[in-house]
Every structure is written in C-alpha cells, then in structure tokens.
C-alpha cells in the first residue's frame, strides 16, 4: 500500500509538471522522435504482430474468441469502477461495479456478458488519464511509446497506475502476467490491424489526430466541438 501511495504521488507530481501548463499551440512538439518510434511499431507489427495476429484467428473458433473478449472486458470494468468514482460519476461507478459482479459470478468469470441481460450496459470506459483530466491536469505533448502506441505525457503514468487495478499484475508468475497480458492485446486488437490497412496517406498523422481527438472526445464525455480538420491532409 504504501508503494502504491509513493508510485501515486510521483506520477501526479510528474503529470503536473509536465502537463499542468497551458495546452500549447502545437500538440506534438516531440514529432521527429515520435516519428521514429513510430517507424519501429510499424515494423514490429508487420512482422511479429501480424503473423501472430492472423494464427490466432485462424484456429480460434468465433464463440471462443467472444469469451476471451468478454474476460477481458471484464477485468476492465476494475478500472471503470474506480476511476468513475474518482471523477464523481457514482451511477457510472455502480453500473460498471454491478457489471463486474454479475458477469463475474453469472457470466462464469467473465467469459459471457450476462450484465446486459439485466440492464447494465458496458460504459465508454474510464481511466486514470481521463481522471487527471477532471482533476484539472492537461495532457501536455503527445507522445509515440515503442510497443505501447500512442499516448500523451498525462495518460502514460496513468497508464501505469490503472496497472495496479489488474488482478493477474499481482501474480508472482512471471508467464502467467506475460501470457495473460500477451493474450488481451491479441484478442482485442485484431481490428485494429485492420484498419491500419485502409489508411491512406500519412498515417503518423492519422493516428496522432484520432487519438488525440478520441481523448477529447472520452474526457468530455461526448461534449466536444468538431474540429477535427481537413481529412485530405492523409
């Protein structure tokens, strides 16, 4: 607990240093460097997550790709939770609680979204970066991160503390975090392959743009103006 505490203050002291500040004119001041890291992502989804990608749909039965979807999502309902509460959305936080608990218990762990079938729907999902948000904390830079993806110098410390709400974080087997971890960015990111595919243009910018605009748009719940900008740019 209080390693979780420390780990707690330091990412707040980091993210108010970093991102407090007024949001400057241009979101991505680190481009070249996040350009490169980007080229690498690139690379190591052509040639290692994609192959791994297209095997795991190819032997994994649609009923069964569901449930692991399903396990997942409701590992993250964990987070849902807290963060909600965190920003003061007390429905929010007892729907994606009672979610959690049914779907647990009815929906054998997970596995089936019994939740839905009782009224609880799943939520646009919260996060500790959208809580620092509410909190008052700005995103600060965009930031390219090797293997991670995109993110910002708000919502990569918070990334890391949402950690500490995944149960299998706290096992003492190496394999089973790796494994478990490896398993949940197969299941639910194989669309996204896809749709990297039908980006024409620049896809830096793309991404960049869509990331960023889809924070705004989760931060705000929705309550955003459209500004999303020339798409011929891409």
């Known amino acids: 607990k209080d390693m979780f505490k420390l780990v707690t203050i330091i990412t707040l002291l980091f993210a108010s240093m970093t991102a407090l500040a007024e949001e400057v004119e241009n979101p991505d001041p680190l481009e070249d460097l996040n350009r490169g890291v980007w080229d690498f992502n690139e690379t190591v989804i052509n040639s290692v997550a994609r192959p791994v990608v297209d095997i795991y749909e190819t032997v994994t039965p649609t009923p069964i ?4 979807v399903n396990f997942f999502g409701n590992l993250n309902e964990i ?12 429905k929010q936080a007892a729907n994606d609680t009672g979610r959690f608990l049914i779907n647990t218990t009815l929906g054998l762990g997970g596995l089936f979204d019994f939740a839905s079938k009782v009224g609880l729907h799943v939520g646009d999902g919260e996060d500790f970066g959208q809580t620092l948000a509410v909190w008052g904390v700005g995103q600060g830079p965009y930031l390219m991160l090797p293997f991670l993806g995109p993110t910002t110098f708000r919502d990569a410390p918070a990334d890391f503390i949402d950690s500490f709400l995944d149960p299998f974080s706290y096992s003492d087997k190496l394999a089973l975090r790796v494994g478990m971890k490896g398993m949940s960015v197969i299941a639910e990111n194989g669309s996204y392959l896809d749709q990297l595919d039908v980006i024409s243009g620049d896809k830096y910018l793309f991404i960049r743009d869509v990331y960023l605009q889809n924070r705004e748009y989760v931060v705000s719940d929705g309550a955003i103006e459209d500004d999303f900008g020339d798409l011929d740019d891409y």
């Open 65 to 68: 790709h569901n449930g692991i």
């Open 79 to 90: 987070p849902n939770a807290a963060n909600s509460l965190l920003q003061g959305k007390v």
